[in-house]
């Protein structure tokens, strides 16, 4: 089946660590967004990609970076530099960046600190 | 700088009851969007709203869309338990590719 897949589930950072998020889509999409989630709160937009080789900053991209070489491939890193790292984030995909169709969305990786 | 903002925050109704949820957003945006998600997982799309006066229902929900207000609706009908999750709004910021989330409206049911 088609779809988002987000590893790990959970992930836990020790101080000053960097740690890699995974994401990775089957559904052709050719834009891809990386969302934080902090409890009772909505999603903030951390970086987006509309194409391949192709990434901007969104709203919070600060301690945070990305990678955008294959098309089916989003990866977050998280710096040392993030200084309040804990949340829930999701990495979603859309058809392209114009388009109306809703983003689909993985099931997440909740990170926290040891 | 668009804005979205959502309320209520948290609805607790009984099972059978009607409610709305309201989504308010600043400035002017060309597509508006309706999320469920259930504790601890992803978010589901629920309606996508690309004009003024567009409603969508899908079973015991109807979304709504007027851009003259920039007010986007979630109307319940006859809640049932089964509804119970944060909904979200989103927004679409006219001309870039972004989305702007609600903080979302936990939704309770109770028998």
Same mark, same amino acid.
């Given at each position: &089946?088609?779809?988002?897949?987000?590893?790990?589930?959970?992930?836990f950072r020790? #101080?000053?660590?960097?740690v890699t998020?995974?994401?990775?889509?089957?559904?052709?999409h &050719? +834009?891809?967004?990386?969302?934080?989630?902090d409890?009772?709160?909505?999603? $903030?937009?951390?970086?987006?990609s509309?194409?391949?080789?192709?990434?901007?900053?969104? &709203?919070?991209?600060?301690g945070?970076?990305?990678?955008r070489?294959?098309?089916?491939?989003?990866?977050l890193t998280?710096?040392?530099a993030?200084?309040?790292p804990? +949340? !829930?984030y999701?990495?979603?995909?859309?058809?392209?960046a114009?388009?109306?169709?809703?983003?689909?969305f993985?099931?997440?990786?909740?990170?926290?600190?040891? | 700088?668009?804005?979205?903002?959502?309320?209520?925050?948290?609805l607790?109704?009984?099972?059978?009851?009607?409610?709305?949820?309201?989504?308010?957003?600043?400035?002017?945006?060309?597509r508006l969007?309706?999320?469920?998600?259930?504790p601890g997982?992803?978010? #589901?799309?629920? !309606?996508v709203?690309l004009?003024?006066?567009?409603v969508?229902?899908?079973? $015991?929900?109807?979304a709504?869309?007027d851009?003259?207000?920039?007010?986007?609706?979630l109307?319940?009908?006859? +809640?049932?338990?089964?509804?119970s999750?944060?909904?979200?709004? +989103?927004a679409?910021?006219?001309?870039?590719?972004?989305?702007?989330?609600?903080?979302g409206?936990?939704?309770q049911?109770?028998p």
């Amino acid at each position: &089946d088609g779809g988002i897949t987000q590893s790990p589930k959970y992930l836990f950072r020790k #101080e000053g660590q960097n740690v890699t998020l995974s994401c990775e889509q089957n559904l052709n999409h &050719d +834009a891809m967004y990386w969302y934080r989630q902090d409890p009772g709160q909505g999603l $903030r937009l951390i970086y987006y990609s509309q194409i391949v080789n192709d990434f901007q900053k969104g &709203d919070i991209a600060e301690g945070y970076s990305v990678s955008r070489e294959k098309k089916e491939s989003f990866p977050l890193t998280v710096t040392s530099a993030q200084k309040n790292p804990t +949340a !829930f984030y999701l990495c979603a995909s859309s058809r392209d960046a114009n388009s109306n169709q809703p983003q689909h969305f993985g099931d997440g990786t909740r990170l926290s600190i040891l | 700088e668009l804005k979205v903002e959502q309320n209520p925050l948290f609805l607790s109704m009984q099972e059978g009851k009607n409610y709305t949820i309201y989504c308010n957003y600043s400035t002017t945006s060309d597509r508006l969007y309706w999320y469920r998600q259930d504790p601890g997982k992803s978010l #589901e799309s629920l !309606f996508v709203l690309l004009s003024n006066g567009a409603v969508k229902q899908e079973g $015991r929900l109807m979304a709504s869309l007027d851009t003259k207000a920039r007010l986007s609706t979630l109307h319940i009908t006859a +809640a049932v338990h089964d509804l119970s999750a944060t909904y979200f709004c +989103a927004a679409g910021s006219y001309n870039t590719d972004k989305l702007i989330f609600g903080t979302g409206t936990r939704l309770q049911v109770f028998p």
